[in-house]
């Protein structure tokens, strides 16, 4: 049984109804296009095993510890600079993950890089 996957408002719902808006329109840009694409991909590889190997999934301390739930990232890209991670936890109910941010991932993470991530909210 896998797992439903929501998006975290407003942020995270926003631009994933706005990139399926572009994409099934044809006005979407091409950078747009691939992340799309690639967030799509792992979306679905998430809601099947959140351990998928390629996803790479693995807690961030500094997200869990400002947040008070355990915050995860998955990779969406690989080996490139700015490689986009998405963020995500567990629920709100059984069987649910919530996607609540997507972002480069920090080129340092030393010296408070998550510091500088902001995430969207769960409800």
Same mark, same amino acid.
């Given at each position: 049984?896998?797992?439903?996957?929501?998006?975290?408002?407003?942020?995270?719902?926003?631009?994933?109804?706005?990139?399926?808006?572009?994409?099934?329109?044809?006005?979407?840009?091409?950078?747009?296009?691939?992340?799309?694409?690639?967030?799509?991909?792992?979306?679905?590889? $998430?809601?099947?095993?959140? !351990? #998928?190997?390629?996803?790479? /999934?693995?807690?961030?301390?500094?997200?869990?510890?400002? =947040? *008070? $739930?355990?915050?995860?990232? !998955? #990779?969406?890209?690989?080996? /490139?600079?700015?490689?986009?991670?998405?963020?995500?936890? =567990? *629920?709100?109910?059984?069987?649910?993950?919530?996607?609540?941010?997507?972002?480069?991932?920090?080129?340092?993470?030393?010296?408070?890089?998550?510091?500088?991530?902001?995430?969207?909210?769960?409800?």
């Amino acid at each position: 049984m896998g797992y439903a996957i929501r998006m975290g408002i407003p942020e995270m719902e926003r631009l994933w109804s706005g990139l399926q808006q572009e994409y099934r329109s044809g006005s979407i840009k091409r950078q747009d296009e691939q992340i799309y694409k690639k967030w799509g991909k792992a979306l679905k590889k $998430l809601a099947e095993n959140p !351990s #998928y190997p390629s996803l790479h /999934t693995h807690e961030i301390p500094p997200l869990t510890k400002r =947040y *008070g $739930l355990r915050v995860w990232q !998955s #990779y969406l890209e690989n080996r /490139t600079s700015g490689a986009m991670r998405m963020y995500w936890v =567990y *629920g709100p109910g059984k069987q649910e993950i919530t996607v609540i941010g997507l972002e480069p991932h920090p080129e340092d993470k030393k010296n408070g890089a998550y510091d500088r991530i902001i995430l969207s909210d769960i409800s």
